[in-house]
């Protein structure tokens, strides 16, 4: 199977077993997943509310970028990557995009 694919079906199920958990939870908002093949663009996004306040969030945003899964945004406890380690993606195929690139390098993952 294409790796870009496989990628694509990995972070599907990922990202749908996260927004079922954060939908579980006791707020009054919803977590939808988006998912853009097109553009390798794949979302979580929690909203409604949150006691008195609108709630409107991307708690977690990935990309595939050719053969490379980059996370560009995890404001989840355990970590998205931990998740994508264990469905058998490769440290060297997940780029920490939310870290600075001169970081990276020390963070055990790939680069770029």
């Not at 079906?9 to 093949?37: E, G, H, T």
Request: hydrophobic share 40%; with cysteine.
């Amino acid at each position: 199977m294409d790796t870009q694919l496989k990628y694509r079906d990995i972070i599907k199920s990922i990202l749908q077993k996260c927004a079922q958990y954060r939908a579980a939870l006791p707020d009054d908002y919803n977590s939808q997943v988006l998912f853009d093949d097109e553009r390798g663009n794949y979302l979580v996004l929690d909203i409604g509310w949150n006691g008195d306040k609108y709630l409107h969030a991307t708690p977690i945003h990935l990309n595939l970028i050719g053969n490379k899964i980059w996370i560009q945004y995890d404001d989840t406890e355990e970590g998205i990557a931990a998740d994508l380690l264990e469905a058998g993606i490769p440290k060297e195929d997940i780029v920490l995009g939310f870290r600075h690139p001169k970081v990276r390098q020390h963070t055990g993952f790939a680069v770029a």
